[in-house]
């Protein structure tokens, strides 16, 4: 059975996701191969695309933010039918591929892929089974222009209702989670042991503050504000590809233990090693922390998705939020205040975590009657 993957670059997320299913599906014999749609048609579109994501939600996020608002209370106004048309424009430029490709599924991870595939299915174009996976715990707006797939796949089920509002069937929904790297679901590391090989404390409360793949957030000023909260705990700083950031955070004098990293590729070793984690809601690393058992402290959320995402979260009880009312300090005073906050946390992860989502999706896809 051969799986196309589609997605497109637009922070690391979405490729992310597409990695850890190829990985299971390969794993299962699926011979899988890998599409950023934006960079086949255009690789100047393509560079648009992800420049623009960061520029407007990292520099200048209230444009970006007014636009998804926008979006959400779309009726059918001029802007997003020239977007379904431009959308038609684009799917005619991936027909070619997809014909030859000739996969039996297609799989996407994002919305604009998922539209131009829910266009070539409308038109009879593609007959092949179509998988729509949505990155958030939210339903992204644009995700309405996919209803033309066989099924589409959302983080939780309490995020149903949201699909059945754009217009989605009960029977279109698979409620399996996010895709995660397996290494999440498969744990089995000793808290003690690497808290140890990183050089920490092992008996001492343990923070993770992580910016991000594309480092987000004013590292220095958090890690400056962590060493002032009076409680007795230790932090694991990851930079992402903020090399400054690092630099700044490794010159900064600290009273407290600061483990500083850029670009890890051992994420779940790190969240194991810890009793919560600072960080930005992202569909990705909300998962993988919830399918760790980590409670969340929100920092930093992207206008639109990520707003979104954290009041999931807050909703359903694994996560407290940072904002200008509520500042990190007092957040991190409140939670050492009342211990039993955060055990409450972890029970109510315990009713939304998808550990084994990409098994679970892989396994239904493995179960399809292909043609």
Request: with cysteine; hydrophobic share 40%; glycine share 4%.
């Given at each position: 059975?051969?799986?196309?993957?589609?997605?497109?670059?637009?922070?690391?997320?979405?490729?992310?996701?597409?990695?850890?299913?190829?990985?299971?599906?390969?794993?299962?014999?699926?011979?899988?191969?890998?599409?950023?749609?934006?960079?086949?048609?255009?690789?100047?579109?393509?560079?648009?695309?992800?420049?623009?994501?960061?520029?407007?939600?990292?520099?200048?996020?209230?444009?970006?933010?007014?636009?998804?608002?926008?979006?959400?209370?779309?009726?059918?106004?001029?802007?997003?039918?020239?977007?379904?048309?431009?959308?038609?424009?684009?799917?005619?430029k991936l027909r070619n591929y997809i014909e030859e490709s000739n996969p039996d599924v297609i799989i996407t991870t994002h919305c604009?892929?998922?539209?131009?595939?829910?266009?070539?299915?409308?038109?009879?174009?593609?007959?092949?089974?179509?998988?729509?996976?949505?990155?958030?715990?939210?339903?992204?707006?644009?995700?309405?222009?996919?209803?033309?797939?066989?099924?589409?796949?959302?983080?939780?089920?309490?995020?149903?209702?949201?699909?059945?509002?754009?217009?989605?069937?009960?029977?279109?929904?698979?409620?399996?989670?996010?895709?995660?790297?397996?290494?999440?679901?498969?744990?089995?590391?000793?808290?003690?042991?690497?808290?140890?090989?990183?050089?920490?404390?092992?008996?001492?409360?343990?923070?993770?503050?992580?910016?991000?793949?594309?480092?987000?957030?004013?590292?220095?000023?958090?890690?400056?504000?962590?060493?002032?909260?009076?409680?007795?705990?230790?932090?694991?700083?990851?930079?992402?590809?903020?090399?400054?950031?690092?630099?700044?955070?490794?010159?900064?004098?600290?009273?407290?233990?600061?483990?500083?990293?850029?670009?890890?590729?051992?994420?779940?070793?790190?969240?194991?090693?810890?009793?919560?984690?600072?960080?930005?809601?992202?569909?990705?690393?909300?998962?993988?922390?919830?399918?760790?058992?980590?409670?969340?402290?929100?920092?930093?959320?992207?206008?639109?998705?990520?707003?979104?995402?954290?009041?999931?979260?807050?909703?359903?009880?694994?996560?407290?939020?940072?904002?200008?009312?509520?500042?990190?300090?007092?957040?991190?005073?409140?939670?050492?205040?009342?211990?039993?906050?955060?055990?409450?946390?972890?029970?109510?992860?315990?009713?939304?975590?998808?550990?084994?989502?990409?098994?679970?999706?892989?396994?239904?896809?493995?179960?399809?009657?292909?043609?």
């Open positions: 059975m051969k799986a196309l993957i589609i997605s497109v670059t637009c922070g690391q997320g979405h490729n992310s996701t597409a990695r850890a299913l190829m990985k299971t599906l390969s794993e299962r014999g699926f011979e899988c191969e890998f599409l950023d749609c934006f960079e086949h048609i255009n690789r100047i579109l393509a560079n648009i695309i992800d420049d623009g994501y960061q520029l407007f939600t990292k520099t200048v996020p209230k444009p970006y933010a007014a636009f998804y608002k926008r979006a959400e209370k779309r009726k059918k106004p001029e802007l997003f039918s020239k977007m379904k048309a431009t959308n038609t424009i684009l799917a005619s604009f892929a998922s539209a131009m595939v829910s266009i070539l299915k409308e038109n009879n174009v593609i007959h092949s089974k179509n998988i729509a996976i949505v990155t958030d715990f939210t339903v992204h707006p644009f995700w309405e222009d996919s209803v033309n797939f066989d099924y589409i796949v959302v983080a939780n089920e309490l995020l149903n209702n949201q699909l059945l509002k754009k217009g989605f069937k009960k029977e279109q929904i698979l409620t399996t989670g996010i895709p995660i790297d397996t290494k999440f679901s498969d744990n089995q590391h000793n808290k003690i042991k690497v808290r140890e090989d990183l050089g920490l404390d092992p008996d001492k409360l343990t923070l993770l503050l992580m910016s991000g793949s594309m480092g987000y957030g004013n590292i220095k000023k958090t890690v400056s504000i962590l060493d002032k909260v009076n409680a007795d705990f230790q932090t694991i700083v990851v930079c992402g590809n903020n090399e400054e950031a690092k630099h700044k955070v490794e010159k900064m004098r600290k009273s407290k233990k600061f483990v500083t990293f850029g670009y890890v590729n051992n994420v779940d070793e790190l969240m194991e090693a810890s009793d919560c984690i600072i960080t930005k809601p992202g569909g990705l690393t909300t998962s993988e922390a919830l399918a760790m058992d980590l409670p969340l402290i929100v920092v930093n959320p992207i206008p639109g998705q990520e707003e979104r995402n954290r009041d999931f979260l807050l909703n359903n009880g694994a996560a407290v939020s940072v904002d200008e009312t509520c500042p990190l300090d007092d957040v991190l005073y409140q939670l050492f205040k009342n211990p039993g906050r955060i055990v409450n946390m972890k029970e109510c992860i315990s009713y939304i975590k998808k550990p084994t989502s990409t098994y679970d999706l892989a396994e239904f896809i493995s179960n399809l009657q292909f043609e």
